[in-house]
């Protein structure tokens, strides 16, 4: 069960207003302040969104599957270890950022088209730990709350790089 509860429309509402909290969180930052960490081990904004970046592929293609197959079974994958096959941490922030915004909006105009029966499918995840069941909600209602923790992080990581 995810601790998140979202209704499938508030999960698509969330999803969608994703890349515009991203755009007022940065607003007026350089690129230079965008790729700056505010402390030795902390995460930049651009590693956060590389980190959402990696977080979508994952998790979308879990979505991808589910409604491409009845009942799929899943590898489980880590977005942590997903990210090393990419670019996205090389990428200056405004580039990453407009891939992420066309992602997403292929995203929520698929979720949007959804059924109530397309929300409840079903996948079978293994490879971390005991098989568990999981919904296209979950990955969906996932991808919008973890979002929403790495906002606050892009919000106070932009506060000290700015010097606020």
């Known amino acids: 069960m995810s601790r998140f509860t979202f209704t499938p429309e508030e999960t698509?509402?969330?999803?969608?207003?994703?890349?515009?909290?991203i755009?007022?969180?940065t607003s007026g930052l350089s690129d230079v302040q965008a790729a700056a960490r505010p402390a030795p081990e902390a995460w930049s904004i651009v590693d956060v969104l590389a980190h959402l970046r990696s977080c979508a592929d994952v998790w979308g293609n879990c979505i991808d599957q589910i409604l491409a197959e009845e009942h799929p079974t899943i590898k489980a994958v880590n977005p942590r270890s997903w990210i090393k096959q990419t670019d996205y941490p090389s990428l200056g922030f405004r580039e990453s950022?407009?891939?992420?915004?066309?992602?997403?909006?292929?995203?929520?105009?698929l979720l949007r088209s959804l059924s109530d029966e397309d929300w409840k499918?079903?996948?079978t995840v293994t490879g971390a730990g005991k098989a568990l069941?999981?919904?296209?909600?979950?990955?969906?209602?996932?991808?919008?709350?973890?979002?929403?923790t790495h906002f606050r992080q892009i919000k106070k990581t932009g506060a000290a790089v700015r010097g606020d």
């Open 12 to 21: 698509c509402t969330i999803l969608e207003e994703g890349p515009t909290q």
């Open 121 to 123: 499918r079903t996948a």
């Open 23 to 25: 755009t007022a969180l």
């Open 97 to 109: 950022f407009t891939a992420f915004s066309a992602q997403r909006a292929k995203l929520v105009t």
């Open 133 to 148: 069941e999981r919904t296209l909600l979950f990955y969906a209602r996932w991808l919008a709350g973890h979002e929403r």
